[in-house]
């Protein structure tokens, strides 16, 4: 990998690795269905531009059928529904619980079709599981059982999105893709947020959170992607995926104060390992990647966020 392939990589790391952050600071002040309408906002007013100034819109007019269905699948039940999450759950153990999207997602691979399940993949999934059972038995209260429901239905959103985008928009421009999914959300949440809009102004911190999370972490990160995988590759740039819950957990429990339990640590291991095993393809000799429109592990996934 080139230096540039280098420097790109770790942005994206720590870019998608801290909105669970980000969102666990936002939400203290402001409801999880206004901070999914400012993140949005702001990333379409970011974005929208560049994608009509290089012509990324026109080409998604006969597929808005496809485009709303991916938007409430990538953007808007997960985001509302992580933020909602995290108003009871701590940062670093939501980033953990949603690094299980890769397990999900090849489970609904090989119900499809697409892999095969095969002994190694099925011994990926289940150590991912047994660290996810980790996380739950060992960090997980008997009060916050809605949070991971909510949670579990993020990662089954995540790992769909790619699908839809891979079968059925994967001949567009992924830029055009994402800035047209953030105005549609926003455009969606709107009427609601206006009415759960803080009446005083939120502290410093919940203002720089909400401002980061929605020009860093959704408009910046797409942009920094999308070179990411010009530069690399889409199949190198997804390793993204397996770095970014060490950044989440890093950051809560240093930043915020949470706590790294024998759950987390065990969870933490367990869950990449198990999603190394289940996701990794079998080593072939093939054509150097080229850059593609598609490949797009979650923001917040990614990242997410």
């Known amino acids: 990998m080139t230096r540039r392939g280098w420097l ?6 720590v870019i998608w690795g801290i909105p669970y952050l980000l969102i666990k600071v936002a939400v203290a002040d402001v409801t999880p269905v206004a901070l999914v309408f400012l993140r949005t906002a702001m990333g379409a007013l970011l974005l929208v531009p560049i994608a009509a100034a290089r ?10 059928r496809v485009l709303l269905v991916y938007t409430v699948v990538e953007i808007a039940v997960p985001w509302v529904l992580l933020s ?6 701590s940062s670093s153990l939501s980033g953990l619980l949603v690094a299980a999207v890769p397990l999900i997602g090849a489970v609904i691979a090989a119900a499809l079709g697409q892999e095969r399940l095969d002994l190694r993949r099925l011994a990926g999934l289940l150590v991912g ?14 009060g916050d059982v809605r949070a991971v429901v909510e949670i579990g239905v ?5 790992a769909t999105g790619p699908i839809i985008i891979v079968r059925r928009l994967s001949r567009l421009p992924a830029l055009g893709v994402v800035a047209v999914s953030l105005a549609i959300a926003a455009v969606a949440y709107a009427p ?7 009446r005083a102004m939120p502290g410093g911190n919940v203002l720089a959170a909400i401002a ?10 797409f942009v920094v992607f999308f070179a990411l995988i010009a530069e690399v590759g889409p199949v190198r740039a997804t390793v993204i995926t397996y770095v970014n819950p060490a950044v989440a957990v890093l950051l809560g429990v240093t930043l915020l104060g949470e706590r790294f339990t024998a759950g987390t640590a065990a969870g933490f291991v367990l869950i990449l390992a198990g999603c190394a095993l289940a ?13 593609t429109p598609i490949a797009m592990p979650t923001p917040l996934e990614v990242g997410g966020d």
């Open 8 to 13: 790109l990589f770790a942005a994206m790391c």
């Open 55 to 64: 012509g990324y819109l026109k080409p998604l007019q006969p597929h808005w």
């Open 84 to 89: 909602d999450a995290e108003t009871k759950l």
């Open 129 to 142: 599981l047994g660290g996810v059972a980790a996380l739950l038995g060992l960090d997980v209260g008997s």
């Open 154 to 158: 993020v990662a089954v959103c995540y």
């Open 192 to 198: 609601a947020a206006a009415l759960q809009l803080p």
């Open 212 to 221: 980061l999370l929605g020009v860093v972490c959704t408009a910046l990160a």
């Open 279 to 291: 996701t990794r393809r079998t080593r072939e000799r093939m054509p150097a990647e080229e850059p």
